[in-house]
């Protein structure tokens, strides 16, 4: 994988955010009445744009969830997202990465005022060129929306460039805009999920990654296991 742009989700491929998202999400359904005592059963809230995933898991119309999503971020704003942590060997491969002269971006369907400063205050902004998120009125939440702006933005050739990501919809968006993808097993997707996407790479852990990367093998994504 010699691709001189890599783009990389943030929740669940760079950090593990599930205690500041799944208690954001609860806090926001208690808001609304809605009783979830069991954070685990939150955490497919992990990945994909939040107004969508309220919508869908409890039924609420558009102007409910945005209800929801606005609750969500009360909380999210002050406490939820330093309820977070890095992989453990994320920097050292971000370091890799820049010390081979390669350009990084974030892509995520989180707005663009959080992920900036989850990667701020845990210290790896700096090996980013640029963090592309969404905007806080649900602006560019899908990942199609999000990768296509951020290559119109940095008149990027998607030929050079490759997508890292946890969740169908980072693959999906990649795919779309004819980035290849990798489907990491250690963050929050499922491998049903990730493999039904056919990514062109597929690395069950950190560590597979970083060796796939800095060594620059090539190794099609069917000849990986789980």
């Not at 609420?60 to 969830?65: F, G, K, M, Q, W």
């Not at 640029?130 to 990027?156: C, F, M, P, Q, W």
């Amino acid at each position: 994988m010699h691709h001189s742009i890599i783009l990389f989700d943030l929740d669940g491929t760079l950090t593990d955010p599930r205690e500041g998202i799944t208690r954001s999400v609860q806090y926001a359904l208690a808001k609304l009445g809605i009783d979830e005592p069991d954070l685990g059963a939150l955490e497919h809230f992990i990945g994909p744009p939040l107004l969508q995933c309220f919508m869908a898991t409890y039924g609420l119309d558009e102007d409910t969830a945005w209800q929801a999503v606005n609750h969500y971020r009360e909380r999210f704003r002050v406490t939820g997202l330093y309820e977070n942590q890095p992989f453990e060997g994320i920097e050292a491969l971000l370091e890799g990465l820049r010390a081979q002269g390669r350009t990084l971006y974030i892509a995520t369907s989180k707005p663009t005022v959080f992920a900036e400063e989850i990667a701020r205050h845990f210290g790896f902004h700096r090996h980013f060129q640029r963090i592309y998120g969404s905007e806080l009125d649900g602006t560019r939440t899908n990942k199609v929306e999000l990768i296509a702006h951020l290559l119109r933005e940095e008149r990027l050739q998607p030929g050079s460039a490759l997508m890292i990501g946890d969740r169908k919809h980072d693959l999906i968006g990649a795919r779309s805009n004819g980035l290849q993808s990798v489907a990491v097993g250690y963050g929050f997707g499922s491998r049903e999920e990730l493999l039904g996407e056919s990514p062109d790479y597929h690395f069950e852990t950190l560590e597979a990654l970083r060796r796939a990367l800095l060594s620059g093998a090539r190794r099609p994504a069917q000849s990986l296991r789980w």
